[in-house]
């Protein structure tokens, strides 16, 4: 590894132990809560059905994902880069008395610690494009992977109040960068997130879009960040972004896109 990669793993790590014991609280709010509900009706639809099937839960964080799966059964290895994250998701295990089902494994995405296709199952949903080879990697053949991707539509719609040029700049370009947490990562748009995969040998199945819908909903900033709020109107709100996170003409809107594909 090189000076400036470790000096870049280092300030990544720094930054997401210091962010630890507050990142759960997004999925409090009523927004939060919407678009974890989301992203895991969607979800389900993909998991393998044999319960001992193998899934890594890469840059997984304090574990909302790896959480719920160990509670169906599955042999979950979470993996992240911050210790931090690590240990909220572990203590979060303890109390639900799964920790021993769980593997916990400190690394970089980029450079996963795993020999070539240990999983049947992989998911990753930070947005890091960089991590794509590595991903497929470690997936089975056969196997099947999801992935969030920054939406370069989405970002383009979002930088336009601030600063229109730039907005266009990256409508018009082929590779454009868009910021998520703070950090810089490559954007796409749904034909570019099937063209990174299908190169790496991954049979698109579908790409849906996620995260950031629900203000398109008109839906009030302060009702957006409540921790209350009615059964309701979360069935009308969930059950809209679920149906527009499937519409061709919905998915330039979204901060996110994740894929679901097959290693073929």
């Not at 639809?45 to 509670?71: F, M, N, S, V």
């Not at 989405?154 to 998520?180: N, T, V």
């Not at 099937?194 to 009030?220: H, N, T």
Request: aromatic share 8%.
């Amino acid at each position: 590894m090189s000076e400036r990669e470790h000096s870049e793993t280092e300030r990544l790590r720094k930054k997401w132990n210091e962010h630890a014991k507050r990142y759960d609280r997004w999925y409090e709010t009523f927004e939060g809560a919407v678009e974890h509900h989301v992203d895991w009706e969607l979800l389900k639809e993909y998991l393998p059905r044999d319960k001992d099937a193998k899934i890594l839960d890469a840059a997984g964080g304090t574990g909302r994902i790896t959480l719920p799966l160990a509670k169906m059964g599955y042999s979950v290895t979470l993996c992240d880069i911050s210790p931090g994250m690590l240990a909220v998701a572990r203590q979060k295990l303890r109390r639900e008395e799964l920790l021993n089902g769980v593997e916990i494994v400190s690394c970089d995405v980029r450079k996963l610690r795993f020999p070539d296709e240990s999983f049947d199952f992989v998911l990753c949903w930070d947005g890091m494009s960089e991590a794509a080879k590595e991903l497929v990697r470690v997936t089975k053949k056969g196997g099947r992977i999801s992935m969030f991707l920054m939406n370069r539509i989405g970002a383009a719609i979002r930088r336009f109040s601030e600063d229109p040029d730039s907005a266009l700049a990256l409508l018009r370009s082929e590779q454009g960068y868009a910021y998520d947490e703070e950090e810089k990562r490559i954007a796409f748009n749904v034909d570019e997130s099937r063209q990174l995969f299908e190169k790496e040998g991954i049979k698109v199945i579908d790409v849906y879009a996620v995260c950031g819908m629900l203000q398109f909903l008109s839906i009030p900033q302060k009702a957006r960040r409540s921790r209350k709020w009615s059964k309701r109107l979360f069935r009308q709100a969930t059950e809209t972004l679920l149906r527009l996170s499937r519409e061709t003409s919905a998915k330039g809107l979204s901060r996110h896109l994740v894929l679901y594909g097959e290693r073929m």
